[in-house]
C-alpha cells in the first residue's frame, strides 16, 4: 500500500467543508483507506493500490465528497484543443514508445499544490510506473516553451541541456553517469543506443525521460501553465497516469488542454477524460453478495462512489469517471455497491449445506513419503517455483531444455518456472555452507514441464545429503529404502549426465521407464554454485509414483 500524507485544511478547502478527525478516520477506513494516524493539521493513510486516483489530497477529497453525499454522482471532466502537438518519431519505438501529453492553464501554482503534485507523481512513478520504468511524468512551465513538441531519440552526446538544479550542460551520457537521477534510474534505457527525448520548435529541451526535465522550464510557484508530459511502454498505464494528474490539476480549479499526439500517420488527443460507460447485471451481484438489492438502491450507492447510474429492467446503466483507472468489470462495481452499504451490514448466514474437508490421495501418499523421509534423518525445505537459466543449467551444466519464462521479469533471479528442483537444493546448500555437516535436506516441490508446445505443472521429490562422507553409495541407500518402503521394484542403470561425476551417477528404473535418477555432483558444479564439501543429490517423477 503507498503511504499518503495530507493537510486537514487541505481537505478541507477542497471539500468545501470541515471534517472532524473522527470523521475522517471512520469515512476513509469505510473506503478501505486506513488511517494510520493524525497529527495536528496533517493525516498519514494507507492508499490501497487498485486506487491511484487517491494517491493525492484531490483524489481523496474527490472521494469523499460523493461518499458523504456533499456532491454525489458523476463528476465530469473536458479538455479544450490547446492546438498544440506532439510529433512522435519512430526513433522511440524501441526505447520508450508511448507518450501522452495534456496543458493545464490558470493553475494557481502555490508552495502547498508543488508539494501535491510532486508527491502524486512519485506515487505514480513507484506504483503504477513501476519505478519510472513503465510510466515515468514530467512538468514544465508552458509559458517558457514553443510548440509544437517533438518525441523522438537522441545518440548519447547529440544534445546538451541543463538538468534540473545544475548550473551548466550536459550530454544524455553524462546525465546517466553522474546525476543522481542518472544513476537511479538510468538503467532503464541504458542498454540502447540512442535515449528519448522531447524538445520544442525552438530546439530547448523539455525533458529526457525517464530521467529528468530541463532547469529552464522548471514549475515554479507563480507559473500560470503547465505543460505535461507521461511516457512509457504501456500505452494504456501512460495514459491513466495521464487522466488522474489532470483531474487532481482540475479539481484545483486548472483549465485542461488537450494535445495532439501524431503516431505513425495517426493522430490522437489526450487526456481522454470522457466517462466510461458499463452494465451491471442485478442478478449476478445480487448471488455473489448475498443480498437482494433493488435497482434504486444501486443507483444511489453507485452515486456514492462517483458513479452515475439508472435502472434499466434487470440491469443498471452506469457511467464512471475517467479517474477510476482500477474498473476492469462489472465485479468491480459490485465491490462499489457493498462499500458505501457497509461490509459490517451484511447479514452472515451458514451454508445450507454440510461439507466436510479431507486429505487427497495424492497429499496422503505425499505426507507418507515426508514421514519416510523424516525418519531418514533428512530436514525438508520449501524452495520458489520460480529460478532463472543460470541456476537451472548453467551452473548445473545441465543442457538447456524447454521452460516456461516470465515474459517481462522484475529480476535475474526469476526468470523462468524451473524445471527441476535440484539446483535449488543446490543453492540452499550453498547459502548453509558454514553451518555444521552433514547436511541432509528435501523437498516436495512443483515444476513446470514443456508438453506439446504447453508448460504442465508437476511435481517432484528431491533429496540431498552435503558433507565429507556425501557419496553415491551413501544416496543409493537412501534412494533403496524409500522405494523399497513405497512398495516399487527397481533396478539402477548407469547414467552420463555432465550434473554429476562420470560413473558416479545412476537412473532408477522401474517397469522398464526412468523414474528418477541420483549420483554425485560434478567438483566444476560444486564450484559454481559455491559449495565446498562432496554432494549426493536424487530426484524422482512423483507422478504415478507417490
Known sequence: MASLRFSKKSLASLLGKKLSDAEITESLTLL??????????????DVTPNRPDMYSVEGVARALSAFLGLAPGLREYAAEDSGMAVEVDASVKKVRPFIACAVARNVPVDDELLVSLIALQEKLHDTVGRKRRKVAIGFTDLDKLAPPFTYRAVGPREVKFIPLEQKEEWTPERILAELKQGRDYGYIIMGHKKYPLIADSAGNVVALP?????????????????????????????????????????????EIGSVSISRDGKKEATPR????????????????????????????????????????????????????????????????VAIPFGYNNFEPTLPSFVTSGAPSAREERTEFVRELLLGLGYTETLQPFLSSEEAQFKKTLAPGTPAARIKNPLTENATLFRTWCIPSLLETLALNKNAPMPQKVFELGDVAVIEKGKPVETRKLACAICGPKASFNEMRSAVEALYRELGIAIKLEPLKHPTFIPGRAATVMSKGEAVGAFGEIHPQVLNNFGIEQPTAVFEMECCGQI
Open 32 to 45: 478501505g483507506m486506513p488511517v494510520d494516524g493524525i497529527d495536528g493539521d496533517e493525516v498519514l493513510v
Open 210 to 254: 525517464p530521467i529528468i526535465t530541463a532547469e529552464k522550464v522548471k514549475v515554479t510557484p507563480g507559473t500560470r501553465a503547465i505543460f505535461i508530459d507521461v511516457t512509457g511502454t504501456s500505452e494504456h498505464a501512460v495514459n491513466d497516469a495521464l487522466t488522474i494528474i489532470c483531474c487532481a490539476l482540475a479539481d484545483r480549479g486548472a
Open 273 to 336: 477524460l470522457a466517462p466510461r460507460d458499463s452494465t451491471l447485471r442485478l442478478k449476478r451481484m445480487n448471488a455473489l453478495l448475498g443480498r437482494e438489492f433493488s435497482a434504486e438502491e444501486v443507483v444511489k450507492l453507485l452515486s456514492r462512489m462517483g458513479h452515475a447510474a439508472e435502472a434499466a429492467g434487470t440491469a443498471v446503466s452506469v457511467l464512471s469517471p475517467c479517474y477510476r483507472t482500477d474498473l476492469l468489470n462489472e465485479a468491480d462495481l459490485f465491490e462499489d
